[in-house]
T-cell receptor, first 115, second 114 residues
């Protein structure tokens, strides 16, 4: 079946450090891939997306490239800020009627950025 | 443009009771999906509605049900509540007609079962 695997957290970084959160997926066909962020007490906010191989999604300094050959969608940011502290979720949306309206999420990675 | 609105934000119930949660999608979005979020199981898909029809359903017992109205607003109902139903319930809407459209989430309803 379809699945998403994220690196274990928590990830603790100093401000201005480089961030990578690994995400790999298993899916048939060509899924769409997403990164969502969740701040305490809130729902999920869409961070970026990619819908086909080699697409690069980017937003607010975050980037991720859809790599079909390695089935990966790693999240990166060149210089993190304290305000980036949150939980990050990688997700996929697969095609087919059995996957309609359904996102499959990784387990989430908690990022803590210290000043 | 208003986002996805979920009400209420918090609910406290006791075992055996039932509960109804409400979700108003972004204007123009006809697809509404529901998810359960718990520390142990993470984010799990409950079901999806489109044009008042349930199109997809996750692996949850029949105690979990939902519906969608003609204005795309959706409700989910949980009957005979169990302690394990304590969770954050998230609703998301999307322009389902377009491939690869993302889902936009509300802030959720935090349900606590005593």
């Amino acid at each position: 079946g379809n699945s998403v695997t994220q690196m274990e957290g928590p990830v603790t970084l100093s401000e201005e450090a480089f961030l990578t959160i690994n995400c790999t997926y298993t899916a048939t066909g060509y899924p769409s891939l997403f990164w969502y962020v969740q701040y305490p007490g809130e729902g999920l906010q869409l961070l970026l997306k990619a819908t086909k191989a080699d697409d690069k999604g980017s937003n607010k300094g975050f980037e991720a490239t859809y790599r079909k050959e390695t089935t990966s969608f790693h999240l990166e940011k060149g210089s993190v800020q304290v305000s980036d502290s949150a939980v990050y979720f990688c997700a996929l949306s697969a095609g087919g009627s059995s996957n309609t309206g359904k996102l499959i999420f990784g387990q989430g990675t908690t990022l803590q950025v210290k000043p | 443009k208003a986002g996805v609105t979920q009400t209420p934000r918090y609910l406290i119930k006791t075992r055996g009771q039932q509960v109804t949660l409400s979700c108003s999608p972004i204007s123009g979005h006809r697809s509404v999906s529901w998810y359960q979020q718990t520390p142990g199981q993470g984010l799990q898909f409950l079901f999806e509605y489109f044009s008042e029809t349930q199109r997809n359903k996750g692996n949850f017992p029949g105690r979990f049900s939902g519906r969608q109205f003609s204005n795309s607003r959706s409700e989910m109902n949980v009957s005979t509540l169990e302690l394990g139903d304590s969770a954050l319930y998230l609703c998301a809407s999307s322009l389902a007609e377009l491939v690869g459209q993302p889902q936009h989430f509300g802030d959720g309803t935090r349900l606590s079962i005593l």
